[in-house]
């Protein structure tokens, strides 16, 4: 049997199954990761390197800092379409063998590809909130502002907007987080797609999950601290989920 037919017949046997996705599956839409060897973080942007103006501190000080360089990135996401991965695990869902995705990626191309239930764990530019007031606006109302890289502001105080991204500094969501610790920890499976592993605390929880019973499936391009672990383990991710989507059809 071949390696999609193999996990296939594993998320048919899987009673509560969980897919926890990261830049890998992003990439091959097209987007480039944050991390990985030709990521953004390489790069430096008016005399900062890009990860620094992922820090609140910075953010607070200098909002516009962030927003001149997110204007081509964070708000250019909107040109990019869901991967195979990303509409077969909709697939997945839709018929029964999917649970939920929890994902390390704020791009939203799982809930454009159809899915229903994602957990974001470093949140997504989906909504923005009034540093100041704490005021919600949407992402359509915010877009028009970002897209020439000038600081959206609130409507009823004047206060900087802050996308609801996870920024150095800043908590993770607590809600979901603790939603997806608790699906980690009933699922029967894990799908560990297209991430190494390596940024925390997000990548503690499939082996939350496999402390609680878990059967992990880990499918990625490098290494991850978990392959000893994995009842499957698989490299090509655009390749297995090709086979996969081809069998559900």
């Known amino acids: 049997m ?5 996990l296939l017949d594993l998320l048919r046997q899987s009673s509560a199954t969980v ?3 990261g830049a890998g599956v992003s990439t091959l839409s097209g987007i480039r990761d944050f991390r990985g060897r030709h ?3 390489n790069d430096t942007f008016r005399g900062h390197r890009v990860e620094e103006l992922f820090g609140i501190d910075l953010f607070r000080r200098d909002p516009g800092l962030f927003y001149a360089w997110a204007k081509d990135f964070v708000y250019g996401l909107d040109a990019f379409r869901p991967s195979v991965v990303h509409t077969t695990l909709a697939a997945l869902e839709a018929r029964g063998l999917l649970g939920c995705v929890v994902t390390q990626n704020i791009d939203r191309l799982h ?5 229903r239930t994602v957990h974001e764990l470093h949140g ?11 005021r919600a606006y949407p992402y359509a109302a915010v877009a028009p502002t970002a897209h020439q890289g000038l600081v959206p502001r609130c409507d009823a105080c004047g206060g900087v907007l ?3 991204i996870f920024f150095y500094g800043e908590a993770l969501p607590e809600a ?4 997806a610790v608790e699906a980690c920890r009933r699922a029967d499976l894990i799908l560990v797609l297209g991430s190494s592993l390596t940024v925390y605390p997000a990548a503690a929880l499939p082996k939350e999950g496999y402390d609680f019973g878990a059967r992990l499936v880990i499918v990625n391009d490098t290494l991850t601290p978990l392959d000893p672990l994995a009842l499957l383990r698989l490299g090509d991710l655009d390749a297995t989920f090709s086979e996969l989507a081809a069998l559900l059809a």
């Open 124 to 134: 997504s530019p989906q909504w923005h909130h009034c540093l100041s007031c704490g």
């Open 19 to 21: 897919a926890f996705t």
């Open 39 to 41: 990521g953004v973080y």
């Open 176 to 179: 979901t987080l603790t939603a």
């Open 162 to 164: 802050k996308p609801d």
């Open 111 to 115: 809930t454009l590809a159809g899915s």
């Open 2 to 6: 071949n390696p999609a037919g193999q």
